[in-house]
């Protein structure tokens, strides 16, 4: 034996300084503001693409919205004034000439109606002018004025809730 006693030396390592729990947590403080990064960039990419998206859209809609006010209703308009004529040239009491004036009346609105689709577009709206039910009603009305028959509509329960949320979008 080279001693008698035995003896006892304490000590301790400490740890590197990528052991600690601190360095741990920097870490995973660093990952995450890198994550939210990508997401900010992503998030601004994506931004500009539907941003872009939107401007070729609207000037689309520009595009379509003076081809049909230059174009086609300004064809029908002349095509109403043609039949104006016609129509004044026949006599008062003909019955083909009370019929060419309800054909130009209903002309007169679809005019004018093309030319609020065309506003609508000019303004990048898309919201519903009338209902289903009221649009039956009107054309209902229209049908009695021409044919004996009687019209009536009975409207059973409420809209589905995308019709809802399509017809609260369009009038708020």
């Known amino acids: 034996m080279w001693s008698a006693p035995n003896s ?19 870490c995973g403080l660093a ?5 939210w990064v990508a997401y900010l960039l992503r998030l601004r990419h ?5 941003h872009m998206r939107f401007e070729e859209r609207h000037r689309e809609r520009e595009r379509i919205a003076r081809e049909l006010h230059d174009t086609l209703l300004q ?16 006599p008062g009491d003909d019955p083909t000439r009370e019929a060419l004036e309800r054909a130009m009346d209903r002309g007169e609105e679809a005019i004018a109606e093309g030319r609020e689709r065309v506003r609508s577009l000019r303004l990048a709206e898309t919201s519903v002018q009338e209902g289903l039910p009221e649009a039956f009603t009107r054309i209902g009305r229209e ?30």
């Open 31 to 35: 990952l995450g503001a890198l994550v």
């Open 75 to 90: 064809s029908f308009q002349g095509l109403l004034l043609r039949f104006q004529a016609v129509a004044s040239r026949l």
């Open 143 to 172: 049908l009695a004025q021409a044919h004996p028959a009687t019209f009536d509509l009975v409207v059973e329960g409420g809209l589905p809730r995308w019709m809802r949320s399509c017809a609260t979008r369009s009038t708020g």
């Open 8 to 26: 006892a030396l304490s000590f301790s390592v400490a740890p590197r300084f990528t052991e600690t729990w601190w360095f741990i947590a920097l």
């Open 46 to 50: 994506v931004s500009q693409r539907l």
